[in-house]
């Protein structure tokens, strides 16, 4: 009598059987990878190891994020470190590191222009947007709205719809400025495709106070200064003379 379990007592030849031993064995041999699809539909895979060290909930973020925000009024010269080069469009630049970095895995990048000094700082990157990437996105946003009161801020948001020349509404970018009428500052936070890094980054960019902007503040300058008149050469008078003509 034929039995149809996977019992050592089934018949070799007996099919239900070895149809039975082959599911088994398949299983065994790749338990690895069945977890793996386990954990894949389940949500138990763990976040990318890029993503494991967030810190923005930290309270090191927003102590770095205000040094770096009130160098950025002095054009972030106590925060300038060694100077780099890196190619942006396919042409050489000049940077210097930032002394304050606000992640463990990336510098932060002051540019070469004392007019217009900028920073930016990117704090999390992906080849696609994806749910890690997202997250990142909106926890930086919270740290630093919970970070910069609105008391001492001016926050906004901004997307296609209020902005021209910034794509999508899924993320909107936030913009900080500070309501010191002295020297005002600006700084914000979005996510966007780089052409340089091939990804999607999550990027802080505080643009600082130069020597232009000082300059329209109405400090001394030499444009100021009343400006003078070039003396004007005087004539002297031809003197006639009293002989008579021809003699």
């Known amino acids: 009598m034929e039995t149809s379990d996977c019992t050592p007592d089934a018949e070799i030849h007996n099919y239900s059987y070895l149809y039975c031993r082959f599911q088994i064995d398949f299983l065994l041999m790749n338990k690895t990878g069945f977890l793996f699809f386990a954990f894949l539909f389940f949500g138990m895979i763990p976040d990318n190891p890029e993503y494991s060290h967030f810190q923005s909930q930290d309270e090191n973020f927003?102590?770095?994020?205000?040094?770096?925000?009130?160098?950025?009024?002095?054009?972030?010269?106590?925060?300038?470190?060694?100077?780099?080069?890196?190619?942006?469009?396919?042409?050489?630049?000049?940077?210097?590191?930032?002394?304050?970095?606000?992640?463990?895995?990336n510098e932060c990048y002051i540019n070469d222009n004392e007019k217009y000094p900028e920073c930016n700082c990117i704090l999390a990157s992906d080849f696609s947007i994806t749910p890690a990437l997202k997250k990142e996105f909106q926890n930086y946003k919270s740290a630093i709205v919970s970070c910069f009161p609105e008391s001492d801020w001016i926050i906004t948001q901004k997307d296609s719809s209020n902005d021209f020349y910034l794509k999508g509404t899924d993320f909107k970018r936030l913009i900080l400025v500070s309501r010191n009428a002295e020297k005002k500052v600006k700084f914000s936070l979005y996510m966007y495709s780089s052409m340089i890094e091939k990804k999607r980054i999550v990027e802080v960019l505080i643009e600082g106070r130069g020597k232009t902007n000082e300059k329209k503040e109405g400090l001394p300058s030499d444009s100021g200064k009343p400006k003078t008149q070039p003396k004007q050469p005087v004539k002297q008078p031809v003197k006639k003379s009293l002989s008579p003509k021809g003699k």
């Open 62 to 105: 927003c102590n770095k994020l205000k040094i770096l925000v009130e160098s950025s009024r002095d054009g972030f010269y106590t925060v300038k470190g060694d100077s780099v080069t890196k190619i942006v469009t396919g042409a050489k630049k000049k940077f210097y590191l930032s002394k304050i970095k606000l992640h463990p895995k």
